[in-house]
């Protein structure tokens, strides 16, 4: 019998990235909790561009940023790309940018009664090929 | 086996319209010149609609507004709603006063920004590059009279000069004749107190001093000059304005730019990475002021007599009927305001340009910050004028008609004397009690602090008890006013117990303690609580108002010193039972015994 450890790979997953200025995150993710993403990261960073662009108005912009990483599954990723849009006053300039990328896989703790619903076995990405199985 | 699942089971859902843009049509395409190189591109300038420019400025302008009004409102509406509800009279010129707070909260939000832009990137550059680039005694030299130029420019020295107008010549003319005629010198004493405590300060970061014999070191001498000068019957009254002097001169100014500066010269060294190295300034520069402030008083006394100034002071009442422009209202806050900030600005400047030989990296963005600056100090005096220095003393002179008769409130006193008395002393606390716990650098510190001792002073703790101190200690200044108890009764023993206490406390705890006294003084609270003072001091005919603030420094000093060594006594007993518990003692000595004993053998 195969007494191999086993692992949970999650699939169908994006990755919202949103630079915002300084101590805007907590309400960012926040709102983004609120319809359904799991959780954040939060770095700080600075930022350069827009914010010169302004002239005068950048003086209203904080140099110093803050970039949140949030993985939801696809599916959620319209919902809370909107509400980070609109949260976020996105439509206003020096407010923030974000974009979706998609991300191939991802592990975490996944409850059990979670996996005994959903998980299946064993459908690998065809790409995704183990060295000891050649 | 692995398994792959999908991570979520929802619809797809979208809520806007989505409209597609494709990047490509907003980014430039390259331009070549004739010769075949690409011409470097630069971005345009946005234009924007007034509409947007609004939504980029309010958020801006919201949240450094409710942060000022935070900061005024609850006290003001404190003093008011005490004054009508329980004292049962109205407040007078209400309209002046609002206005006048009005413009203490515009008058703050345009300083502390201008400040942040403006100043603070001065100061980092400073601490970063001129120990690098000086020599040790040129650095001291910066720290020393940057500790001068912080002090003019610091907001609650005005309420300093606004209170001098309060004091009568008759009952304590040295105390009158520092305030209004000598004002320049007593600010300049402060600031060379401040000077030296950021000059020793800075000493301290680079050689890690102990703080405990700094204090003892300080204090000796400062006690022993309050007690020469409370023997001296004309000179003890300037004692209380000596030990206010303290509380004053650390705020929003001094305390970022000297630490930064510190703890500058501290990082290029090597030193300060042991998260201590922040503290023991504000302790220093809270007391060095006191000591230059005495010695000022000192030679004032030496050079005048009582009567002199008296009759000075007759004169330059009578003789000034028309003032000229420039000692008129709106003038001399406008004046005051660009002569304590320009300075300062100038002594950046000139050590940035001459000393460090670098250019400003933002010319545009300083330029902006310092005239905000200017601009909130202005608005700010004339609030302090006409808003807190106004209703502090109002609501300082009707209190006491809760027990005792004062002219001018018919029905007083309101209350028996005791209850009166109770609800006077009670109000005091309340005041000091809220005032600190509301204060945003007080909630900076307690953070500080929990993580300094790993948890075991926590930020709660900490509050607390710095808020506890400080209402004990204004409740006590009170007391002091009404029975007029001579305020060196008060300071020596109070001082010499903090100094036991010292003495058995940590070298952390010792930190936090004598700066948590420093940290709880800022721009709104020292104006209110002075002139609340002297408007108390004036109605129940007390000589002087002052030394409220200097109570509501020791007050956190011996309270948060208490909660420490209780917290230090509590983590002993803690590891004590749990070697007991474990018998660790006694396993380890068997364990090590036989080991060693079949080595030998």
Not at chain 1, 90 to 117: N, Q, R, S, Y
Not at chain 2, 34 to 57: M, Q
Not at chain 2, 93 to 121: C, K, Q, T, Y
Not at chain 2, 385 to 404: E, H
Request: proline fraction near 5%; charged fraction near 15%; include cysteine.
């Amino acid at each position: 019998m195969n007494q191999k450890r086993e692992m949970v790979v999650l699939t169908d997953i994006s990755l919202i990235t949103a630079v915002v200025q300084r101590g805007k995150a907590d309400e960012l993710v926040k709102a983004a909790q609120e319809v359904g993403a799991q959780g954040a990261s939060i770095h700080y960073s600075h930022g350069r561009g827009v914010r010169e662009r302004l002239g005068i108005l950048g003086l209203a912009v904080e140099a110093e940023k803050e970039t949140i990483h949030i993985i939801v599954s696809s599916d959620q990723a319209n919902r809370v790309f909107e509400i980070i849009y609109r949260v976020g006053d996105f439509d206003t300039p020096g407010m923030g940018f974000m974009w979706v990328t998609p991300v191939e896989k991802a592990a975490t703790f996944i409850p059990d009664d979670i996996l005994e619903k959903f998980a299946r076995e064993d459908r690998r990405n065809p790409f995704d090929v183990r060295p000891n199985e050649i | 086996m692995p398994k792959e699942i999908r991570f979520g089971a929802f619809v797809r859902e979208v809520n806007s319209r989505h409209r597609y843009l494709s990047y490509n049509h907003v980014t430039p395409k390259p331009i070549i010149d004739d010769n075949g190189e690409s011409v470097p591109y630069h971005a345009p300038k946005f234009k924007l609609r007034t509409g947007v420019a609004f939504r980029l400025i309010q958020p801006y302008v919201q949240v450094r507004l409710v942060d000022q009004i935070r900061a005024v409102l609850p006290l003001a509406l404190y003093l008011v709603l005490f004054q009508i509800i329980v004292l049962r009279s109205d407040v007078a010129d209400a309209w002046i006063i609002s206005g006048g707070l009005v413009a203490v909260i515009l008058g703050l939000m345009f300083f502390m920004e201008g400040l942040r832009v403006g100043l603070m990137p001065f100061g980092e550059a400073l601490g970063s590059s001129l120990p690098t680039r000086a020599k040790l005694p040129v650095v001291l030299t910066v720290a020393f009279l940057l500790g001068i130029g912080v002090t003019f420019a610091e907001p609650a020295i005005g309420a300093l000069k606004a209170a001098g107008t309060i004091v009568s010549v008759k009952s304590a003319p040295y105390l009158y004749t520092l305030l209004n005629d000598w004002s320049e010198v007593l600010v300049l004493g402060v600031g060379i107190g401040v000077g030296a405590a950021a000059v020793v300060g800075t000493l301290r970061f680079l050689y890690d001093w102990s703080l405990k014999p700094l204090i003892y070191m300080t204090l000796i001498p400062t006690i022993s000059l309050t007690l020469y000068i409370s023997l001296n019957p004309e000179l003890s009254k300037i004692l209380g304005l000596a030990w206010d002097c303290g509380a004053v001169t650390t705020g929003p100014v001094t305390v970022p730019l000297v630490l930064s500066l510190g703890i500058g010269i501290a990082a290029a060294a090597g030193k300060g990475g042991d998260g201590m190295s922040g503290f023991g300034i504000v302790t220093l520069a809270s007391l060095f002021p006191i000591l230059t402030v005495m010695g000022l008083a000192i030679y004032v006394h030496s050079v005048t007599t009582p009567e002199e100034i008296i009759a000075a002071a007759h004169v330059s009442k009578a003789g000034v009927d028309i003032l000229p422009w420039f000692d008129k209202t709106p003038w001399v806050e406008a004046i005051t305001g660009l002569r304590a900030i320009v300075p300062l600005v100038l002594f950046l400047f000139l050590v940035m340009r001459f000393v460090l030989k670098e250019k400003l990296k933002q010319p545009g963005n300083i330029a902006y910050g310092i005239s905000l600056s200017v601009i909130g100090m202005i608005i700010f005096n004339l609030g302090l004028t006409y808003g807190l220095s106004k209703l502090g003393a109002q609501s300082g002179s009707i209190v006491p008609a809760a027990f005792t008769t004062i002219s001018g409130i018919d029905s007083s006193p309101l209350y028996n004397w005791l209850t009166g008395l109770m609800i006077a002393i009670a109000f005091a606390w309340i005041l000091g009690f809220g005032a600190t716990l509301a204060e945003p650098a007080l909630n900076a510190l307690g953070i500080t602090v929990q993580s300094l001792t790993n948890g075991a002073f926590k930020k709660s703790t900490l509050m607390y008890a710095v808020s506890f101190g400080v209402g004990c200690g204004i409740a006590i200044g009170v007391a002091k006013i009404i029975f007029n108890i001579p305020i060196a009764w008060l300071l020596i023993p109070g001082y010499l117990s903090a100094l036991v206490l010292t003495w058995f406390s940590n070298e952390e705890y010792v930190n936090v303690a004598w700066d948590s006294a420093g940290v709880t003084t800022g721009p709104v609270t020292v104006p209110l609580v002075l002139s609340m003072g002297l408007g108390f001091g004036n109605a129940v005919d007390a000589i002087e108002g002052f030394g409220i603030l200097s109570m509501a420094s020791i007050g956190p000093i011996i309270s948060v010193l208490s909660v420490g060594i209780w917290v230090q006594w509590k983590v002993s007993r803690h590891h004590r039972k749990y070697d007991e518990s474990h018998h660790i003692g006694k396993l380890a000595k068997q364990a090590i015994t036989p080991l060693n004993q079949t080595k030998s053998s």
